[in-house]
């Protein structure tokens, strides 16, 4: 059996592997989209202002530096040793803290199809799991030797494009078993079981994306998730660390900051495309979350270079 130092020697070697394999595929800043679908690799060099951005379903493995992730009022804290797991469309605020040209913060995003997570689920070792009631629609979690191992595996078959179409697949269903298997996993077991009270959640998570400039009426999602309006309140906070008007409104804020940035459009403009009905509301609520009004906003971020984080 291996002891707890041997342990840490083989998660320690299969991160510094994994540090030197993305490490060469990433010369320059930024993200880099791969051929195999949903995979990107992550590399800064320096720390970073506070960026918004909209999480997807998605695992994102770190393997050096350090960075914040903002949801609410909750801050994530990510560095070389851990992997985040989102399991729900989330707005969110981040920031790089620890990177040089040295020591770039360098991670991997693998997008998470919940067909697949759904399939894998199916398998016999996960029945006598039961439901989770306990769904988070981000968590923190510590890499294993396992994790990091088969992430090299995947990053491996760059080198291989003709074994993508078949051995990427098997490679992913590996990670997202291993991924299922952690201490995280039940909060993607609560989302991605069909007819639990976290996939009813999550189907209002999705709503809400996709009609962010509409009006918010709580009945109507409560109807959506099978729940009562309080009942509702209280799971929605829990999944994603905000109320759903809170989490309307920092939707309807990043949407509006991206489209400002991205297509020069002006503030009220903007504040009338997601749906605010008064240009001075957006304007403070904008301050209030960001920090600066509109206009001094997108000159401070121009200036510094910075673009809206996509991940």
């Not at 510094?16 to 679908?37: C, F, N, Y």
């Not at 409104?249 to 489209?259: P, S």
């Not at 503030?267 to 009004?293: C, D, K, T």
Request: aromatic share 6%; proline share 4%.
């Amino acid at each position: 059996m291996a002891t707890a130092t041997n342990q840490g020697e083989s998660v320690e070697a299969r991160r510094v592997h994994l540090v030197r394999k993305i490490s060469q595929r990433t010369p320059g800043e930024g993200d880099v989209m791969t051929e195999i679908a949903g995979l990107r690799l992550y590399r800064r060099s320096v720390p970073t202002a506070c960026v918004s951005a909209a999480y997807e379903p998605s695992l994102v493995v770190f393997v050096q530096g350090e960075k914040h992730i903002n949801v609410g009022k909750t801050v994530h804290v990510c560095d070389g040793s851990n992997f985040l797991l989102t399991s729900v469309d989330l707005p969110v605020v981040s920031q790089v803290v620890k990177a040089t040209k040295e020591e770039p913060i360098l991670g991997l995003l693998l997008r998470l199809e919940m067909p697949m997570v759904r399939e894998i689920l199916s398998q016999q070792e996960f029945s006598a799991l039961g439901e989770s009631r306990d769904a988070r629609g981000m968590a923190i979690g510590v890499s294993s030797a396992e994790l990091l191992d088969a992430c090299c595996r995947l990053v491996d078959l760059l080198d291989a494009p003709g074994d993508i179409g078949y051995m990427g697949g098997l490679v992913q269903r590996e990670i997202v078993y291993r991924l299922l298997r952690s201490p995280q996993g039940r909060h993607l077991r609560a989302i991605a079981t069909l007819g639990e009270q976290g996939q009813r959640l999550s189907k209002t998570v999705e709503w809400l994306r996709q009609n962010y400039a509409k009006p918010l009426r709580v009945e109507e999602l409560a109807e959506m998730a099978r729940m009562g309006v309080s009942t509702l309140h209280h799971q929605f906070r829990s999944l994603t660390a905000m109320s759903p008007l809170q989490y309307q409104k920092q939707l309807r804020l990043h949407v509006a900051r991206e489209r400002m940035q991205h297509e020069g459009i002006d503030a009220a403009s903007a504040a009338f495309a997601v749906g605010y009905e008064s240009a001075s509301q957006f304007n403070r609520e904008y301050r209030r979350f960001f920090g600066l009004p509109p206009v001094r906003d997108l000159k401070t971020r121009l200036l510094a270079g910075g673009e809206i984080d996509g991940e």
